[in-house]
């Protein structure tokens, strides 16, 4: 059951990460006209443990997947704009997991 609750809230903190990383990549869209896949370019912050890629930024989009370590095989993705759908995720904006 403790693992239970802990894997709830590996999933909450990827999620909440993948919320803040859409707030960060709107910034950096606002002062630059592009999104990026640089990570450190930007001004989120990841929580303890989950680890975030950005796996497409243009111009015109981007897309990113995120992932806890102690939560395998719980995966998370988000995608908006002009870039191919990023699995889990298959609508654009809303955050996808399995």
């Known amino acids: 059951r403790f693992a ?3 894997g709830k809230a590996y999933a909450a903190s990827i999620k909440s990460d993948l919320r803040n990383l ?11 006209a592009a999104y990026t896949a ?12 989950v680890v975030i ?5 243009t ?5 990113a997947i995120a992932t806890h370590p102690q939560s395998y095989p719980f995966t998370c ?9 990023q699995a ?11």
């Open 77 to 85: 993705a988000y995608f908006t704009g002009n870039v191919p759908a």
């Open 59 to 63: 111009t015109s989009g981007w897309s």
């Open 22 to 32: 859409t707030q960060a990549e709107e910034a950096y869209f606002f002062d630059r």
């Open 38 to 49: 640089i990570l450190s370019s930007l001004t989120s912050q990841t929580s303890p443990g």
């Open 88 to 98: 889990p995720a298959t609508i654009e904006g809303i955050i996808g997991c399995r």
């Open 53 to 57: 890629t950005i796996t497409n930024a």
């Open 4 to 6: 239970d609750t802990k």
